[in-house]
Nanobody
């Protein structure tokens, strides 16, 4: 019922910025939490930040301050502003939505039952 489509990825030099977008389609009224994750080759999927309709935001400590999550609920768009990007930020970035299932925490992939296909971010230096 819910479909997610990420966009905004690309190649950028170290120190640059990107804003990722995630468009939501279908029965979006059922979504109560959304988040951004990333995954580099050979590594596990890593949580970045999460948010809900009440405006609450959660960030993993290591990325807090550089990455900012926000959303336009009316337009069904989730954003991730990424500043001062570094080569270690290179990864496939995914948005995720929770509309059912068990909650394990905002930064746990198992909490989300809907995922986009991802958008690649490559940072060079």
């Amino acid at each position: 019922q819910v479909q997610l489509v990420e966009s905004g990825g690309g190649s950028v030099q170290a120190g640059g910025s990107l804003r990722l977008s995630c468009e939501r389609f279908g029965y979006t009224q059922s979504i109560y939490d959304m988040a951004w994750f990333r995954q580099a080759p050979g590594k596990e999927r890593e949580g970045i930040a999460g948010t809900n309709r009440e405006g609450r935001t959660d960030y993993v400590e290591s990325l807090k301050g550089r990455f900012t999550i926000s959303q336009d609920i009316t337009k069904n768009i989730l954003y991730l502003q990424m500043n001062n990007l570094q080569p270690e930020d290179t990864a496939m970035y995914f948005c995720a939505a929770a509309s059912s299932g068990t909650w394990f925490g905002f930064d746990r992939p198992g909490s989300y039952n809907n995922w986009g296909q991802g958008t690649q971010v490559t940072v060079s230096s």
